[in-house]
Structure formats: structure tokens, C-alpha cells
């Protein structure tokens, strides 16, 4: 099951962002929770887990930016995007930079942009998600030999004394 949360200080922009995304994603296990307000948004983020946050950019108790920025540390994994009817490039670039954006989604939208951006933001929450999990498993346990040492071991159990180095008082490598 996807969640994603949608914040807008606009009700009705709510409302058609919801529309439009139950009607992309029809038949797919979707939970969209909306806010119009960022605190309250902060609040549910710090219960529940999503998988991809889209905030507007202008809002009037706190910008999108602020709030993506405040989504990045409680829930890294999160992928974020922006909306907004600014197309200032100065408003991108701080959004891409400070919270991490992985999209700008301009207003008014296509309905066939606005899915394939969060089809497309699934995806890398997926990609991120498998990444991490292969990390985990990679990463020795404690007590566990990292790969080098399992190679040095198999090295040794084949070609008894090829790990071991004879030093020479002066420094120098001594062959036997």
C-alpha cells in the first residue's frame, strides 16, 4: 500500500489534486491524506509513515519549502514535491536545493503530467527503498566478517601463509 500526503492552503486545489489522483490511480492501494494546514501536516507526519509528500509553495503560516525541509528530517525517505503557479526559477532551485525536491509540479496541472510525476515519484521511493535494504544486508553484523576478511580466510584456507608477511628489521619484505 502507497501512502502520500498532499498539503494546500486551498481547499478546492485539494479536492482536485485528490480527484485527479483516485482517478490515475484507480485499482492501486492508495491512502491520500490532504491539509490544508502545514502544522497539522507535521503533526500526522510525525505518526504515520508516507511515501511521497507534495506541498504547495506559498502558504501563509509557512512555504512549502520550510515545510519539505521539515519532511526531509522526520522522514528522510520520503520523496518530496513541489507545487506551485511560480514559475521563478530562484523558487525552484531553493526548492530542489534546501528540501531535496525531487519534482515541481507547475499549477495548473495536466492531469497526465501530474500522474506520471508521482508514478514516477513512486518508483524512486521503491528504488530507495531497495537501496537501503540491500545496504542492510551488506553491512556485516557485529561479530560478523566483512567481505575482505571472508576473502583474506579463503585466500589462507587455499595457499597456507599467503596473508602472512615476514618483516625484516630494516623494514624490507623477507621472502622464504
Not at 55 to 71: A, E, H, Q
Amino acid at each position: 500500500m502507497r501512502r502520500l500526503l498532499l498539503i494546500d492552503d486551498e481547499s478546492h486545489v485539494l479536492q482536485a489534486l485528490h480527484r485527479a489522483l483516485r482517478q490515475s490511480f484507480a485499482g492501486e492501494e492508495l491512502v491520500i491524506e490532504v491539509f490544508t494546514d502545514p502544522e497539522q501536516a507535521l503533526l500526522r507526519s510525525g505518526e504515520a509513515e508516507f511515501d511521497v509528500v507534495v506541498s504547495d509553495y506559498r502558504m501563509p503560516s509557512m512555504n512549502g519549502i520550510d515545510f519539505l525541509k521539515m519532511i526531509k528530517h522526520m522522514q528522510p525517505d520520503a520523496i518530496r514535491l513541489v507545487l506551485s503557479a511560480s514559475t521563478e526559477f530562484e523558487t525552484v532551485m531553493q526548492a530542489i536545493n534546501q528540501a531535496e525536491v525531487f519534482r515541481y509540479i507547475p499549477k495548473p496541472w495536466h492531469s497526465d503530467e501530474l500522474s506520471a510525476t508521482l508514478a514516477a515519484a513512486f518508483v524512486r521511493h521503491d528504488e530507495l527503498m531497495e537501496d537501503r535494504r540491500l545496504a542492510a544486508l551488506l553491512r556485516p553484523e557485529e561479530g560478523e566478517l566483512t567481505p575482505q576478511e571472508l576473502e583474506a580466510r579463503r585466500l589462507e584456507a587455499e595457499e597456507p601463509g599467503i596473508t602472512r608477511v615476514n618483516w625484516g628489521e630494516d623494514g624490507s619484505v623477507q621472502l622464504d
